[in-house]
Structures are given as structure tokens and as C-alpha cells.
T-cell receptor, first 114, second 113 residues
């Protein structure tokens, strides 16, 4: 395992459809973050997990968004009833508490809602 | 919550020149300041970081300085090369407990050969 893996890399969907993204963190990392990035902006925090517990959620995360991390390994981010404003790059990052707080990011999933 | 401002949004330099990117933060509790480089089609990658008990840190051609009193920190790249062209992000936060770094809006660095 050489890094954080995200799937798919690109997703095109029609408005109103549901989409799900997957993130596989670095195997020994216990924290997993989801960020959203739009063109010309920095990553914006959505939510994070420590092991399987979802510890924080941003106010940006509407009730159409849900994230899970069963068994504290991979995570999924689901967006229901997608809107054009959901078009963005969705980034996943992982880190390990106890040593340092360095976040390692995946390459992201680029979502386009038509 | 934390607010991070980053300037400039775009920086164009000639190969071999130095580049400086500046960030300010609002939360005096923040004590960890990483910098990330994002190349096209990739996620941000950590290039250097600094903690509040240190005023400056260097790693080959890159250095970061921190002024806690003024709540600003800067990234310095010397002898720039075309492969330094990318978007750079600063971030701020306080590790321990619930650590959620807040990012700046990014600086697009263009190094002309």
C-alpha cells in the first residue's frame, strides 16, 4: 500500500441521481477525512472519522450527504439527489494520531453534475 | 473557527528566482502550519510543516517562517525550477483532540523556463 486510494477518479451524473465514492486510507492510519475542493479554492472540510466513529461534521454537509467507515478501514461518501452545486473534487485524506498530524491525500474524485 | 488568508492567488517567476507565499490565520490556538503542493490531477501533497515552537524551518530549497505574534507564516522557495509550478496551499490548526486543518485558497505558482 503506497498511499490513499480513491475510486472512481471521475464521475458524471445527472441532477437528482445518487452517487457514492470510496476511499481506502493508508492501512495503519486511524483517522480519515473528507474534503471538498472547487476550482480556485482550497480544500473545505466535510467530515472526519477516528477508526469507525464519525467525530465531526461540517455545516457544509447537508442531509443529502452521508459518510460511513465500517470497521474503521475504507470509507464511503454518498450524495443523494445530486445538485449542480455538488460539482467539485472530493478529496479523502488519512493520518495517524500518536505520531504526528500529517494528512496524506488521495487524488480525489471529480464529480460533475449535469 | 479558524480563518486562513493566503496571498497572492497567482505568482509568476522566472526560473532561478525566489518565490514567497504568505498566509495569515485568525485563531491564536493554532500551533501547526503545514504547506501542501497540488499538481494537476492530483491531491495535495505535504511538502513542509512548522510548529509554533519554531520560528523557521528549511528543507533544501524550501523554507517556512512563522510569526506567532502577527499570526502569519510564509513559504519561501529559492532557485525555482519549472517543476515547482503547481498550486500551493497553506493550512493551520491545533493537533491533539479534534484536529481539523483549515486551508487557504491557494497560490498558483508558474515558473517560466
Amino acid at each position: 500500500d503506497t498511499g490513499v486510494s480513491q475510486d472512481p477518479r471521475h464521475k458524471i451524473t445527472k441532477r437528482g441521481q445518487n452517487v457514492t465514492f470510496r476511499c481506502d486510507p493508508i492501512s495503519e492510519h486511524n483517522r480519515l477525512y473528507w474534503y471538498r475542493q472547487t476550482l480556485g479554492q482550497g480544500p473545505e472540510f466535510l467530515t472526519y472519522f477516528q477508526n469507525e466513529a464519525q467525530l465531526e461534521k461540517s455545516r457544509l454537509l447537508s442531509d443529502r450527504f452521508s459518510a460511513e467507515r465500517p470497521k474503521g478501514s475504507f470509507s464511503t461518501l454518498e450524495i443523494q439527489r445530486t445538485e449542480q452545486g455538488d460539482s467539485a473534487m472530493y478529496l479523502c485524506a488519512s493520518s495517524y494520531t500518536g505520531t504526528n498530524e500529517k494528512l496524506f491525500f488521495g487524488s480525489g474524485t471529480q464529480l460533475s453534475v449535469l | 473557527g479558524e480563518n486562513v488568508e493566503q496571498h497572492p492567488s497567482t505568482l509568476s517567476v522566472q526560473e532561478g528566482d525566489s518565490a514567497v507565499i504568505k498566509c495569515t490565520y485568525s485563531d491564536s490556538a493554532s500551533n501547526y502550519f503545514p504547506w501542501y503542493k497540488q499538481e494537476l490531477g492530483k491531491g495535495p501533497q505535504l511538502i513542509i510543516d512548522i510548529r509554533s515552537n519554531v520560528g523557521e524551518k528549511k528543507d533544501q530549497r524550501i523554507a517556512v517562517t512563522l510569526n506567532k505574534t502577527a499570526k502569519h507564516f510564509s513559504l519561501h522557495i529559492t532557485e525555482t525550477q519549472p517543476e515547482d509550478s503547481a498550486v500551493y496551499f497553506c493550512a493551520a490548526g491545533s493537533p491533539g483532540g479534534s484536529y481539523i486543518p483549515t486551508f487557504g485558497r491557494g497560490t498558483s505558482l508558474i515558473v517560466h523556463p
